[in-house]
């Protein structure tokens, strides 16, 4: 078993600093200011997680497979509850994949090993939420 550990800790409103174990931060804020949020909410770095996630995957997986990849963007929208918790009961990720005579195959089948077996964001997501994908492949 693998274990991680972060450390949060207030700064002032809603703010707050996440620390990991080798030190690297992040600013994590729900404070609005004129009705825009000041920072990253919790809840959208869960779809940046589940993008990060899954972004890896994909890239790994292409490599492996000696495609030529040249750019890859991992758009991710989620649709909340509206009680409490209010939760992801919807999730959308879209893949732009941009490269040099990538095979298509091969992106479909890079997508759904990440979805079906190595992305664990996406697998902790998936016993609450529906998550949805699409993809375009884009010449370089």
């Not at 918790?85 to 990538?102: A, N, S």
């Not at 697998?123 to 884009?138: D, H, Q, W």
């Amino acid at each position: 078993m693998s274990r991680k550990a972060v450390s949060v800790q207030w700064i002032r409103d809603l703010k707050f600093l996440a620390t990991n174990e080798e030190g690297q931060s992040i600013v994590i804020d729900a404070t609005e200011r004129d009705g825009r949020m000041l920072g990253v909410s919790p809840m959208e770095l869960i779809l940046m997680g589940l993008g990060a996630c899954t972004g890896i995957d994909v890239v790994s997986i292409l490599r492996k497979q000696k495609q030529e990849l040249m750019g890859l963007e991992v758009n991710v929208s989620g649709e909340r509850r509206e009680e409490h918790p209010r939760y992801y009961e919807r999730i959308h990720v879209e893949y732009v994949v941009k490269g040099k005579g990538l095979e298509e195959a091969m992106v479909a089948r890079a997508i759904e090993l990440s979805k079906r077996k190595y992305c664990s964001v996406g697998a902790m997501l998936a016993e609450k939420a529906e998550i949805t994908s699409s993809y375009r492949i884009e010449a370089a």
